[in-house]
């Protein structure tokens, strides 16, 4: 789901120093799918057979990558990408042609220093230990993929309201989230997560499974 931000009435968040990257981007043409070689390519610039697993099968079977990339090249802007985990998104974006100036933070450590060792020579994108409460000054893409539920109900809202804050006029703010209903896929995600929080690969486990109407 995607919000404008002249659809928005936020109240600015608390800011951090980082410098906001300019406007004056060039024009994107329409984004090519990377092939099964870029993706395997990517996946090696990450260090151990594990890490690279798991950023190869992401990278070929999760349809939000391609996603972004269109939306992001169709309204070339800067991209903050709020929990950006190990960075795959700013790999697809590279590989797609939509060179856009990139901003990944996430509260993980250890996820950021891989992202920043798999694309330690890409001078316009750029990894940052940082928490979803003390949001940078921003104004482009804004991105909060499959982050929400990890975070209170209040949490949820002021990430909500503060994202919607740093979106640019005629760019756009690109969500993620499993919603709280009754359908199979909420059941399945729900099995899902648990196994997700006893692998560890998630710091914090699930808080609150926002509504659509909510979010909305």
């Given at each position: 789901?995607?919000?404008e931000?002249?659809?928005?009435?936020?109240?600015?968040?608390?800011?951090?120093?980082?410098?906001?990257?300019?406007?004056?981007?060039?024009?994107?043409?329409?984004?090519?799918?990377?092939?099964?070689?870029?993706?395997?390519?990517?996946?090696?610039?990450?260090?151990?057979?594990?890490?690279?697993?798991y950023?190869?099968?992401?990278?070929?079977?999760?349809?939000?990558?391609?996603?972004?990339?269109?939306?992001?090249?169709?309204?070339?802007?800067?991209?903050?990408?709020?929990?950006?985990?190990?960075?795959?998104?700013?790999?697809?974006?590279?590989?797609a042609?939509?060179?856009?100036?990139?901003?990944?933070?996430?509260?993980?450590?250890?996820?950021?220093?891989?992202?920043?060792?798999?694309?330690?020579?890409?001078?316009?994108?750029?990894?940052?230990?940082?928490?979803?409460?003390?949001?940078?000054?921003?104004?482009?893409?804004?991105?909060?993929?499959?982050?929400?539920?990890?975070?209170?109900?209040?949490?949820?809202?002021?990430?909500?309201?503060?994202?919607?804050?740093?979106?640019?006029?005629?760019?756009?703010?690109?969500?993620?989230?499993?919603?709280?209903?009754?359908?199979?896929?909420?059941?399945?995600?729900?099995i899902?997560?648990?196994?997700?929080?006893?692998?560890?690969?998630?710091?914090?486990?699930?808080?609150?499974?926002?509504?659509?109407?909510?979010?909305?």
């Open positions: 789901m995607a919000s931000s002249q659809q928005t009435t936020a109240k600015p968040a608390r800011e951090t120093g980082v410098t906001t990257p300019s406007l004056a981007v060039p024009p994107v043409s329409r984004p090519t799918r990377p092939d099964a070689a870029q993706l395997r390519s990517i996946s090696r610039r990450y260090t151990g057979r594990w890490l690279q697993g950023a190869h099968g992401k990278l070929r079977s999760d349809p939000v990558y391609a996603a972004a990339a269109g939306e992001i090249a169709a309204r070339p802007a800067p991209v903050l990408d709020v929990g950006c985990g190990i960075g795959l998104l700013a790999h697809y974006l590279q590989a042609g939509c060179r856009v100036p990139y901003l990944g933070v996430d509260v993980d450590e250890i996820k950021i220093r891989s992202a920043r060792l798999a694309m330690h020579n890409v001078a316009q994108a750029r990894f940052e230990t940082g928490s979803c409460e003390t949001l940078v000054r921003w104004q482009g893409h804004v991105l909060l993929l499959d982050i929400l539920h990890y975070l209170d109900g209040p949490v949820q809202h002021a990430l909500l309201r503060a994202a919607a804050n740093r979106v640019a006029p005629g760019a756009a703010l690109i969500i993620r989230t499993v919603v709280s209903d009754h359908s199979w896929r909420f059941a399945a995600t729900r899902e997560e648990m196994f997700i929080h006893r692998s560890r690969w998630i710091r914090n486990g699930t808080r609150d499974y926002p509504r659509l109407d909510a979010l909305r």
